[in-house]
């Protein structure tokens, strides 16, 4: 407009006007066609991050159904793979191994051995699973670090046993601040991860108090690592390629469970190696408080008395579960380790035979999910009220759920997942048997 009105100042003819209004309607039709060209190109380009918004959100929808379908299997796979674990663990426990010679005795120990492995393997994917889905809350308190290692010193002893392995725990009296069941499965990690790297020699579990903290750590006298993998090994599916280690012995996901709840429980990790010497993986852990209360007239933290432990007895014992296999399974071994066992389906089957052979039961072993949506705490406390004093229980159950987990403990049951700890049940049974 300025060029038009500045034209037509300089020469105010008429021909000039005409020539500067012929101007202005082909710099108009220039803007517009420039102003058409730039809404289409607009246009264009919103239609564009429409259709990618929506393939955005189809993604993510079907990532959230594979999700919600990954879970839904692992969830029964956890059910269901764990079952017919838990009944071959058991049967191969209720074997006399006295009246098995030569190489079936090998054998079976061979067979415990890969089931024990298989065991660990499942329960690592598991874990896996967990941390993805993001269902794993973090439930921090105070506790001593020798009720974790006291509680896997026993099945790690039998393993390195079997594998020729020299295993030592050095536990603490130091208490610390985490969540005692992401730290057992951090250090079932490291453990198991050292018996396997050790063809032969020594595995060394310890403690070290530091100012900061308390550093818990796994020693081993096997084949090493190259420090160019130090930092690889901690990424999920990592192998340390050839050097004699063998890629059948694992699928590189137990340090990557390690690093994952290490950043879960703010654990501090450290790492040192050196090739065909051993290798050394620690954790260190928040420092927590020690309680001053007394129970029962002691202090909460007394280990010992003068007094003589009372011998252990024999102990009539309720097993509750829908599965005839680990039912029967764990009616054998509790049979071979002196005691005696009564097998259901339901709790009033079990009161039934009870009743029948008037028997008091020391303690009740129930299935968590049993026939017909029964929850096991609810089997439990049906056989319970049938008597003035009501038995122990124990809930078996291979749901992951902390809040599960949490929810039983509090109310008093001991809990053991499946497949079971063998070693860990024998504990609670000779803790049972001597009160």
């Known amino acids: 407009m300025d060029r038009v009105e500045r034209a037509v100042d300089d020469q105010g003819s008429a021909f000039s006007w005409f020539q500067a209004a012929a101007t202005l309607e082909e710099t108009i039709r220039q803007r517009t066609d420039q102003y058409e060209q730039l809404n289409a190109r607009l246009k264009r380009e919103l239609e564009s991050r429409r259709a990618i918004e929506l393939a955005l959100k189809q993604a993510k929808e079907m990532a959230d159904s594979a999700n919600q379908t990954k879970t839904k299997f692992l969830a029964a796979a956890s059910h269901d793979l764990r079952q017919p674990l838990s009944s071959a663990l058991l049967f191969l426990e209720s074997i006399d191994e006295q009246a098995v010679q030569g190489l079936d005795r090998d054998y079976l120990q061979k067979a415990r051995v890969a089931l024990a492995s298989l065991s660990n393997l499942l329960g690592t994917l598991l874990d896996v699973a967990r941390l993805d889905s993001g269902s794993i809350e973090p439930q921090f308190a105070d506790f001593p670090v020798s009720a974790v290692l006291d509680r896997i010193m026993p099945e790690f002893e039998g393993v390195a ?92 996901l137990g340090l990557s469970i390690v690093e994952r709840i290490s ?119 049906e056989v319970q009220r049938e008597f003035d004093h009501p038995p122990a229980a124990i809930i078996m159950t291979s749901d992951p759920d902390p809040r599960l987990h949490e929810a039983l403990r509090t109310r008093g049951v001991s809990l053991l997942s499946k497949p079971l700890n063998l070693s860990r049940l024998r504990s609670i049974l000779d803790e049972v048997a001597a009160q």
């Open 161 to 252: 046993r079997s594998a020729g392995i020299d295993l030592r725990f050095a536990s603490s009296s130091v208490w610390v601040r985490s969540d005692m069941y992401l730290l057992e499965t951090v250090l079932r990690n490291l453990i198991s991860n050292a018996i396997r790297y050790t063809p032969s020699g020594k595995v060394l579990v310890g403690c070290r108090r530091r100012r900061d903290g308390l550093v818990i750590s796994v020693h081993d006298t096997g084949i090493g690592i190259d420090a160019e993998h130090l930092d690889a090994i901690f990424t999920a599916y990592y192998q340390v390629p050839a050097g004699g280690r063998a890629r059948t012995k694992g699928i590189g």
């Open 263 to 381: 950043r879960l429980l703010m654990l501090a990790r450290e790492v040192q190696s050196v090739p065909g010497r051993g290798s050394m993986f620690a954790v260190k852990v928040m420092l927590g408080r020690r309680p001053h209360r007394v129970v029962r007239g002691r202090p909460a933290d007394a280990t010992a008395s003068g007094a003589e432990p009372r011998k252990a007895r024999s102990l009539a014992i309720v097993v509750i579960d829908d599965d005839a296999g680990v039912r029967q399974g764990l009616a054998a071994t509790l049979r071979k380790w002196g005691h005696r066992p009564i097998s259901a389906e339901t709790a009033t089957d079990a009161v039934v035979q009870l009743i029948g052979a008037d028997l008091t039961p020391d303690l009740v072993i129930s299935d968590y999910h049993l026939t017909g949506e029964v929850k096991g705490d609810a089997a439990v406390e």
